[in-house]
């Protein structure tokens, strides 16, 4: 097949464009690779966001409530850990990381479980009611969370394995990105191998296209759904884990707060389609960073502003996938 | 005289607000081909997708070997040997000629042998093995659609308007497939516009109007019958072509 490579293009596109601007090479480098380690955060949280959509047509406006428990919840066992935090040895750090993380996906999954039984599955096939009601779980887990942990944001401190920086002459690369690049990546790389090089990833990628159609050759679709809306919260709680220790705080609001980035990546990467998503990701995060940089009065509206241009360039996203 | 393989008792189906089928009635037997004929609207594909479950029967029966199918899943009923290829071929563009085959093959590996009597008459899917199915033609498509049905043997085949938009070669490679699917292990029902097509195969025929079975029973009756094709197809001999 002919891949469509233009929409890949415009990563490095968008890097080289940046470079004259920015000036300083060592400004460059330091940004680029804070805005790719936060589009692949982002990623990570809106990958289960995009199939879901792709196979059910379930608009999920709930999704950030899966990213603020993840990030909950590993604040939790990170404070509970917090000797192992800051001990100086790598090796407690991540002792007190993985089970941090692990608690995250786990309970962000579970959680999404049960949002796919009680609150999307009564409303699957109707739009206007999938938004309002999955709107409604976010807002009751938004205060749930208050309840739980309280009204106060947390303040989360990275592990000492991670604070500061690698040092290349001027340039300096907060070590903490460099690892969210390199779980990012890894992730894409067990997303894009599960979908191309798994009958399961084939049963995703066709459902995607038409699940009607899928059912009639006998697998049962919802299934494979509620399956991809688990792994689709245990991922975002994995990003809610990531984006709380990137933040270094946590508060009730942080969900709703990183979903505004997470609809506009999966609408800039093209609904239903993983590549679209990572590309749209890379680019959401490498042009808040560089216009947080060159021009911070309208860094806020840099996103928007992106996916207005992706969409009148290409109405269905980047990477359209066809559907029935 | 044998149950019939396929049964449906008064069938009706809403689709929206739209009373569709009216009280559907008509047996296929085993082991030979129905053609399901009619005008457009008549309700022949509404008819194919409620025997698939994908739209629900309001009321009647449907029963497929013995056993009540009205209201199972379409999964279940697909997994009772019963293949279903729409008017739209339904392929997933996004996946290779490969990947389709292999996703429907659902008890493993599509067999070799098979393979190979399926790439005897559709030759361009082994061409385009590893092409997205997208990017294939028209008649293409619809080789791959009628090849995901086959590759494995399945008891009932419902197959809607297979030559629609087909070149004439392709056409014939078709009926070769569909005759010797009949006469060894599947039994086809039939939605077809183009007449000639439907005499040259069919074994029996039901003809559609209005949301029922206007006319039951062979074939060779009804091929005979110019009065009643004029009847209940509104159209001369001539034209079906």
């Known amino acids: 097949m002919k891949r469509d490579w233009l929409p890949l293009l415009l990563i490095p596109a968008l890097m080289i464009g940046a470079l004259p601007l920015i000036g300083s090479p060592a400004s460059w480098v330091t940004l680029t690779v804070a805005g790719l380690a936060m589009g692949l955060m982002i990623f990570i949280m809106a990958s289960g966001l995009t199939l879901t959509f792709g196979l059910m047509d379930v608009l999920n406006f709930g999704h950030g409530a899966f990213i603020a428990v993840g990030a909950f919840v590993a604040a939790s066992v990170m404070l509970a850990l917090a000797p192992w935090m800051t001990a100086d040895s790598i090796w407690l750090n991540l002792a007190a990381i993985g089970p941090a993380v692990l608690a995250a996906m786990v309970v962000s999954g579970v959680l999404g479980l049960g949002f796919e039984r009680i609150i999307v599955r009564p409303v699957y096939g109707q739009h206007l009611k999938q938004i309002l009601v999955t709107t409604g779980g976010l807002i009751v887990a938004e205060q749930l969370l208050k309840v739980i942990w309280g009204p106060d944001q947390i303040t989360l401190s990275r592990p000492t394995a991670l604070r500061g920086a690698f040092l290349f002459g001027d340039v300096a690369i907060e070590k903490y990105r460099v690892l969210a690049v390199v779980v990012g990546l890894v992730v894409f790389a067990a997303l894009a191998l599960t979908l191309n090089r798994t009958r399961l990833g084939l049963l995703i990628r066709a459902g995607v296209e038409n699940g009607e159609m899928v059912e009639a050759l006998g697998y049962r679709i919802r299934r494979l759904f509620v399956g991809v809306f688990v792994v689709g919260s245990a991922l975002a709680g994995l990003g809610g884990a990531m984006w709380g220790l990137y933040q270094e705080t946590v508060t009730a609001a942080i969900g709703a707060q990183v979903a505004v980035l997470v609809f506009i990546v999966i609408i800039i990467g093209g609904l239903g389609s993983v590549g679209g998503c990572f590309v749209g990701a890379l680019l959401v995060g490498l042009t808040a960073n560089y216009i947080g940089f060159l021009a911070p009065k309208v860094a806020l509206g840099s996103n928007i502003l992106l996916m207005a241009l992706v969409l009148l360039w290409r109405p269905q996203g980047l990477y359209p996938v066809a559907k029935r | ?241």
């Open chain 2, 1 to 241: 005289m044998a149950e019939p393989l396929l049964s449906l008792r008064g069938v009706q189906t809403n689709i929206g607000r739209y009373h569709i089928l009216h009280g559907v009635e008509f047996d296929v037997a085993e082991g030979g081909l129905t053609m399901l004929l009619g005008r457009n609207g008549a309700g022949k594909t509404t008819t194919l997708r409620t025997i698939m479950g994908m739209w629900r029967a309001a009321a009647g029966e449907i029963r497929f070997d013995g056993r009540d199918i009205t209201h199972m899943a379409t999964p279940d009923i697909a997994r009772l040997g019963i293949a279903y290829v729409p008017e739209s071929m339904a392929i997933f563009a996004d996946l290779t000629v490969q990947e389709n085959l292999v996703l429907a093959a659902r008890s493993g590996p599509p067999d070799q042998k098979r393979l190979d009597w399926i790439f005897a008459r559709f030759e361009a899917l082994k061409r385009f093995w590893t092409l997205p199915a997208g990017l294939l033609s028209g008649g293409q498509k619809q080789m791959l659609a009628v090849a995901r049905a086959i590759i494995e043997p399945r008891r009932l085949l419902l197959i809607d308007e297979p030559t629609k938009g087909l070149a004439p070669a392709i056409i014939a490679n078709m009926i070769d497939a569909f005759r010797e699917l009949k006469d060894g292990e599947s039994t086809l029902l039939v939605v077809e516009q183009n007449f000639v097509f439907a005499r040259q195969l069919g074994d029996a025929v039901a003809v559609m109007d209005d949301g029922r079975v206007a006319h039951q029973g062979s074939m060779a009756a009804f091929a005979a019958d110019s009065a009643l094709q004029q009847h209940l197809l509104g159209l001369g001999m001539d034209t079906h072509q």
